[in-house]
T-cell receptor
C-alpha cells in the first residue's frame, strides 16, 4: 500500500532554535498534504493544508510565521518550527492525498514526529 | 458548526469480547466517513471508508455501519485481541472539500 514517511521520528531541540520535519509520499504523488498536531490523549488538530507549488493554507489560530510549510515537489512537504519554545513540544503528523486515486482510501498518514523543546 | 463526537471516551474489555464504538456527527452534507486506528505514538491507519450512500463496510474483524438519517456511525470489533488496544478515530469529510473533521476518539484497552 501507499506509504508516507516522516523524518525525523523524534527530535529534541533547544529553545530558540528551528527544527524541520519532512513528510514524503514514497510511492505516489501528492499535490495536497496536511499537517496536524496532536496533544497527549487528544485527537488530531489540523494545522495547515500544504499545496504543491503554492502557499499553504493555515487554520485559524495557527501562526504561519512560526510554522513554516513548504511543498516544493509532488512528494515532499516540510514543516519548520521556528524559534521553538517548550510549548511547541508535541506530536506532529502529516498526511498526503494520493492524486492518482479517486475511490477508496486516498489519504495516508505518516508515522508522526515527536518534537521536544528543552 | 461541523462536529464529530465519539463515545465512549475510553473502554476496557477482555480479550475475545466484542465491542461497539459510536460516532455522532453534525457534518452535512458529507462525502465520506472513515474510521482510523491509532496506536500510541504512531500515525493513524485507515480501517474503513464509507461514502454517504453506504450503510456498512467490513475489514476483517472490524465492521463499520452508517446511518445518514440519524447521523450516526458505529465501529464493531469482533473477538477482540490485545493488539486492538489503541485509539479509534472517526473522521468525516464535508462535501466539496478535502478537509477532514476528526472525532474526539475512543481509547480502547483490551486486557488478557
Amino acid at each position: 500500500g501507499a506509504v508516507v514517511s516522516q523524518h525525523p521520528s523524534r527530535v529534541i531541540c533547544k529553545s530558540g532554535t528551528s527544527v524541520k520535519i519532512e513528510c514524503r509520499s514514497l510511492d505516489f504523488q501528492a499535490t495536497t498534504m496536511f499537517w496536524y498536531r496532536q496533544f497527549p490523549k487528544k485527537s488530531l488538530m489540523l494545522m495547515a493544508t500544504s499545496n504543491e507549488g503554492s502557499k499553504a493554507t493555515y487554520e485559524q489560530g495557527v501562526e504561519k510565521d512560526k510554522f513554516l510549510i513548504n511543498h516544493a515537489s509532488l512528494t515532499l512537504s516540510t514543516l519548520t518550527v521556528t524559534s521553538a519554545h517548550p510549548e511547541d513540544s508535541s506530536f506532529y503528523i502529516c498526511s498526503a492525498r494520493d492524486v492518482g486515486r479517486v475511490t477508496g482510501n486516498t489519504i495516508y498518514f505518516g508515522e508522526g514526529s515527536w518534537l521536544t523543546v528543552v | 458548526k461541523n462536529q464529530v463526537e465519539q463515545s465512549p471516551q475510553s473502554l476496557i474489555i477482555l480479550e475475545g469480547k466484542n465491542c461497539t464504538l459510536q460516532c455522532n456527527y453534525t457534518v452535512s452534507p458529507f462525502s465520506n466517513l472513515r474510521w482510523y486506528k491509532q496506536d500510541t505514538g504512531r500515525g493513524p491507519v485507515s480501517l474503513t471508508i464509507m461514502t454517504f450512500s453506504e450503510n456498512t463496510k467490513s475489514n476483517g474483524r472490524y465492521t463499520a455501519t452508517l446511518d445518514a438519517d440519524t447521523k450516526q456511525s458505529s465501529l464493531h470489533i469482533t473477538a477482540s485481541q490485545l493488539s486492538d488496544s489503541a485509539s479509534y478515530i472517526c473522521v468525516v469529510s464535508p462535501s466539496g472539500t478535502y478537509k477532514y473533521i476528526f472525532g474526539t476518539g475512543t481509547r480502547l484497552k483490551v486486557l488478557a
